[in-house]
């Protein structure tokens, strides 16, 4: 064999394998950035199939490796440790093995026997596994040029040593080397290196993207959840189509409900008026169908007026629970075209506000709930506590008609009020009142044998609660407290203003409770009783239904030693109740008493020595 004939020059080798490096980096690349392939990589959850695709994508880049170099005494001047040393680093384990044995496979196969085939596969396969397992070892430097390149030169090293161990004859195995050794070496280990850089700043172009998205969606959301709050109405669907045409930036944005388009903002308001029918065929197919539609061209749209300026649409269901209730359509004109993002994006606001428009329907319920429970509230106290209040008021009548007189206008005010407590929010003034009418009464009843204390620090008076929270409180102290001791006690209320909440602890010198009834109390599972506790066990519920756990009633008691309960409700009022405004209708009957400090009617007890009341 004549050497020299068959050997190329060294420099010239360098040149060659630099072309078909750039041919091959360009080609493997575009490759990468196409779906599905663009969001797989190491630490990525692929299905087997995609690992598979991916093992064999890079395997095949490895064959190709093969065939960009010239024949050089009967061997390759090749690429293949490129692609393999890449598939390792890119994919883990799995791939850089799977590659490896593909290119390699292929080297040993189309030179059966050959002078260097078996050196060269088991070279090929060796820098597969040991880039795969480098990446597991290091996952978070897996995509770094700087392990590529030392993998490349290393790993080509080993090459070239296993061709001078395997191939024979030595000296052609040497002369081999000489020739294929520095551009193989070099060229590998730069192709590596190039290549998982720019995978990386694929990837990080992705995720960049993603994170636009991302922010993109939030903002939208941000700014569209107050106005669908309250459901998918013209002035809510005007709101949000609004705001998602000048976040994104398209041409229109529509909202439809069942048959009408709710709101329609951007090119062609002209003739898509909100409150008329549809106007488009696209939009019945897709509220009809639930599928969401990314339609290219203006004739499927389907709009009636031939300039309609609208070229493309984008049209996703709106869902409540199972059934359609509208859908969003976005628009794109001929300057303002649209792209797989936006329908992406469309998708993820529809079940966003698909999901607000179901969360309407449980805010609706909680407050239903919550009413409901009030309303439970008052028909435990009402019935008896009315009946006892008329029979001491008759009582009074030849006695002391003056006191009783008195005594019905507390127990007016306190029935008035009663009624009107699931309205909505009340301030701590009017809560005092319901309690101040209702101690006047109480003490009417039991003369001497019932004191109360009520200390409300300055400023408490306007803070905001959902009604009947603390005159159940107080009412459980008298009936389960003080009654059922001979000498009777006192009951104070306490309200102070401390790290941003409204602290109210009601506490008397009673029977006190047992460990498990404060355990009844306080469960959200225990049955309710007629006789014990439900007052407070009902404020328990509504405090933590309205405000979490952490508002829940603190209990301290012990048989013989009284009660003491406190609760904390925070600065803004819950959505579940809305603020209700003045008092006129509350005082309706009473205009005529005179107010007290803070415009308050100030209750009346029959005997003033016998109910002792702090300011």
Request: contains cysteine; charged residues 20%; neutral net charge.
């Amino acid at each position: 064999m004549n050497l020299d004939i068959l050997t190329p020059e060294v420099p010239g080798l360098f040149v060659h394998l630099s072309q078909r490096f750039g041919l091959l980096l360009a080609g493997g690349f575009a490759i990468m950035t196409l779906a599905p392939f663009e969001r797989m990589g190491l630490g990525q959850k692929r299905p087997a199939w995609a690992t598979a695709a991916v093992t064999v994508l890079f395997g095949v880049f490895g064959i190709l490796g093969t065939y960009t170099g010239n024949a050089v005494f009967h061997s390759y001047a090749n690429l293949r440790a490129m692609g393999v040393i890449t598939a390792g680093l890119f994919g883990g384990p799995v791939v850089g093995i799977g590659a490896g044995l593909i290119a390699g496979g292929h080297r040993y196969l189309i030179d059966v026997g050959g002078f260097s085939a078996l050196p060269c596969a088991l070279a090929t396969f060796l820098e597969g596994a040991a880039a795969g397992l480098i990446a597991r070892r290091y996952p978070g430097q897996a995509l770094d040029w700087g392990w590529a390149m030392a993998l490349g030169l290393v790993g080509e090293s080993v090459h070239m040593g296993l061709v001078l161990a395997l191939s024979r004859p030595f000296d052609e195995a040497l002369e081999l080397v000489k020739v294929i050794g520095a551009p193989m070496i070099v060229i590998n280990a730069m192709g590596a290196a190039i290549f998982t850089r720019a995978l990386k700043l694929q990837r990080s172009l992705r995720e960049r993207q993603d994170s636009t998205e991302a922010r993109r969606i939030l903002s939208i959301a941000s700014q569209t959840v107050p106005h669908l709050r309250g459901g998918l109405t013209p002035e809510s669907a005007q709101a949000t189509a609004a705001i998602i045409r000048q976040e994104t930036g398209v041409a229109a944005v529509a909202i439809t409900g069942d048959s009408t388009i709710l709101a329609h903002v951007g090119a062609g308001q002209d003739h898509h008026l909100a409150g008329e029918p549809w106007r488009t065929r696209a939009t019945r197919l897709s509220y009809e169908s639930g599928a969401a539609l990314f339609l290219r061209d203006q004739e499927s749209i389907g709009c009636a007026l031939p300039d309609c300026p609208l070229r493309e649409a984008i049209i996703v269901p709106l869902r409540k629970g199972a059934a359609i209730r509208g859908c969003l359509k976005i628009y794109g004109t001929k300057a303002r075209p649209l792209d797989q993002p936006l329908f992406e994006l469309a998708k993820g606001l529809a079940d966003l506000f698909s999901t607000q428009l179901e969360l309407e329907d449980i805010g609706i319920k909680n407050q239903l709930l919550a009413h409901a429970e009030i309303s439970r509230l008052q028909a435990q106290i009402n019935p008896h506590f009315l009946f006892n209040s008329l029979n001491t008021i008759a009582s009074f009548c030849r006695t002391a008609p003056g006191q009783a007189r008195e005594l019905l206008l507390d127990l007016a005010r306190y029935m008035r009020r009663n009624l009107d407590s699931s309205r909505g929010l009340i301030r701590l003034s009017e809560e005092m009142e319901q309690v101040r009418s209702y101690l006047a009464i109480e003490q009417a009843r039991f003369g001497d044998r019932i004191v109360s204390e009520i200390d409300l620090e300055p400023g408490c008076e306007d803070w905001l609660l959902p009604p009947l929270l603390i005159q159940p409180l107080v009412e459980n102290s008298v009936r389960h407290g003080l009654q059922g001791r001979p000498e009777g006690g006192r009951v104070t209320v306490t309200a102070r203003r401390r790290d941003g909440h409204l602290w109210v602890e009601v506490a008397d010198e009673g029977l006190g409770m047992s460990p498990e009834t404060r355990a009844r109390i306080l469960s959200p599972d225990a049955a309710g009783s007629l006789t014990e506790g439900v007052g407070a066990r009902n404020t328990n519920q509504r405090l933590v239904q309205l405000f979490g756990h952490d508002y829940a009633l603190r209990i301290e008691s012990a048989p013989g030693e009284g009660t003491r309960i406190v609760f904390r409700a925070p600065p803004a009022a819950p959505p579940a109740f809305p603020v209700r405004p003045g008092r006129d209708a509350l005082n309706a009957g009473v205009a005529a008493e005179p107010a007290g400090p803070a415009g308050l009617t100030p209750s009346r007890p029959a005997n003033p020595a016998d109910l002792s009341t702090a300011p």
